[in-house]
């Protein structure tokens, strides 16, 4: 087996042996390996030191060699304004007539002439409530009105009657006394014929008898005329006695008249109504709420005042209401301002009344701004106010020689800017800030109506920059 072996690897060396110089393979140097990633490598280095260049070092090089361009910004003049002292509270609205309608009597509902939400007028039915039973009473009160007036009239006829029979007496009075006086007279005559002779003491005694026959009948006369009287006046007195008891009749049947409209629930007032709980067949009494109506067209709202603004107060200060934008949707008047204080919240109490516009409710929670005083004032972008140190900044537009700057500032490469003396530049002034009036900010000091701010695009300024006006440059033609 040895032997065989070394034969096959005879044949084969001589088999290589054999083959011509040409076209033998010889390996490739170790250094050609290296040789394509090393190009790659110096073509990625190139490209970016290309950028680089081309990005950065060449700007640099050109900004250094180019003048410094003006900055374009927004510039205006603050707005002068008139500034509001004012303060905001919670309030809410309750209006000037609203009333829960309860039944004066009892019964049982008969009819319902509305619905909930219907706008309604003064003295338009609202509800029935049934009345049979007091129109029955009615009814009977006017009957016993009537007999007591039969009842006087009766005596009134009673009185006249009496009357007619006094003025009889009085006449037989009259003549009874016509005859007293005569037999008196007959008498003393035939008193003097006697004395003289001419007659008898029989004669005599028969004129006295006459006389005392007269004198008689004139006392009955005057009895019967004083008897008479006595029932005249007792009369009279059942006359004023009926007559009162008409009088009692006719008011009980005014109060029966009176509670049978109470048994119609009318509106007191025009206005719009609330929910009705009651229904048709609920039995009901003078503690059953029925309905409610409500008129919203004048609303008062009430505002509790913290006791160190109290002293401020009185009638006739302007109160707004605000809506959620925080704009004033209706302005009022202060009306009322409570004499005591609010031991709970140790404030005050203030009203003020409000025409109702349609979209405000009564019980409705709102915010109210009471105007204090108005004073003029000067307001500001709140985009144009800078913040640096715990101080107040704004940018005034300025000719570089009247704008306080010493040197412009340098621009964003390092280099140094050269300006003129009338090139604007911003210059940065410290103020003094009062209210918030929206996007606006008062200025109490530091700038006036008649300075030119930059009002946006602040952050990209420096102290002393160079600027320019966007709207100038914009209205500008191009070259």
Do not use: H
Not at 108 to 132: C, F, K, N, T
Not at 257 to 262: G, K, R, T
Not at 333 to 358: C, E, L, M, W
């Amino acid at each position: 087996m040895n032997g065989e072996e070394t034969n096959r690897n005879l044949k084969l060396q001589t088999s290589t042996d054999l083959e011509p110089l040409s076209e033998r393979k010889t390996p490739p140097p170790r250094w050609r390996r290296f040789l394509v990633p090393a190009l790659i490598g110096l073509a990625i280095v190139g490209g970016l030191g290309w950028i680089l260049f081309n990005r950065l070092i060449l700007p640099l090089m050109i900004a250094s060699q180019m003048k410094a361009q003006p900055t374009p910004v927004p510039l205006a003049n603050p707005k002068a304004a008139t500034i509001e002292d004012s303060s905001d509270y919670a309030a809410s609205l309750d209006s000037r007539q609203s009333v829960t309608l309860q039944p004066k009597v009892s019964g049982q509902i008969s009819a319902i002439y509305v619905r909930p939400g219907q706008r309604v007028e003064a003295g338009q039915p609202l509800m029935q409530i049934d009345s049979a039973q007091q129109r029955a009473q009615v009814a009977s009160r006017q009957s016993a009105t009537q007999t007591s007036q039969a009842e006087v009239e009766t005596a009134r006829a009673d009185v006249d009657s009496a009357s007619q029979t006094l003025r009889s007496l009085e006449a037989r009075r009259t003549t009874a006394q016509s005859n007293v006086q005569l037999n008196q007279r007959e008498y003393d005559r035939f008193v003097e014929l006697q004395k003289q002779g001419a007659t008898s003491q029989q004669v005599l005694d028969q004129r006295l008898n006459a006389l005392q026959t007269a004198q008689a009948a004139l006392k009955q006369a005057e009895a019967d005329m004083q008897a008479q009287r006595a029932a005249i006046q007792r009369a009279e007195t059942t006359v004023s006695r009926n007559q009162r008891a008409v009088e009692q009749a006719q008011a009980n049947t005014a109060e029966g008249v009176a509670q049978l409209q109470d048994y119609t629930i009318t509106a007191p007032f025009a206005g719009t109504l609330g929910d009705i709980p009651a229904k048709v067949g609920d039995t009901v009494s003078n503690t059953t709420q029925l309905l409610s109506v409500t008129q919203n067209e004048q609303l008062e709202i009430q505002i509790q005042i913290p006791l160190e603004r109290a002293s401020a107060l009185r009638t006739g200060l302007p109160v707004k209401l605000l809506n959620d934008k925080n704009e004033a949707v209706q302005t009022g008047q202060i009306s009322f301002i409570a004499p005591n204080v609010d031991p709970a919240s140790q404030s005050v109490q203030a009203k003020a009344r409000f025409s109702n516009t349609g979209n405000l409710r009564t019980s409705q929670f709102v915010r109210a701004r009471v105007i204090w005083a108005n004073r003029p004032g000067v307001l500001v972008p709140t985009t144009a106010i800078s913040r640096l140190g715990g101080r107040d900044f704004l940018f005034v537009a300025a000719p570089f020689n009247a704008s306080g700057c010493e040197a412009p500032a340098p621009s964003q490469g390092g280099g140094k800017v050269e300006v003129t003396p009338d090139q604007l530049v911003a210059a940065q002034k410290p103020i003094q800030l009062g209210k918030i009036v929206g996007n606006e900010q008062e200025v109490l000091e530091g700038v006036t109506a008649s300075d030119r701010i930059v009002t946006s695009g602040i952050l990209q300024l420096q102290n002393c920059a160079p600027i320019a006006d966007a709207a100038q440059l914009r209205s500008s033609p191009s070259p």
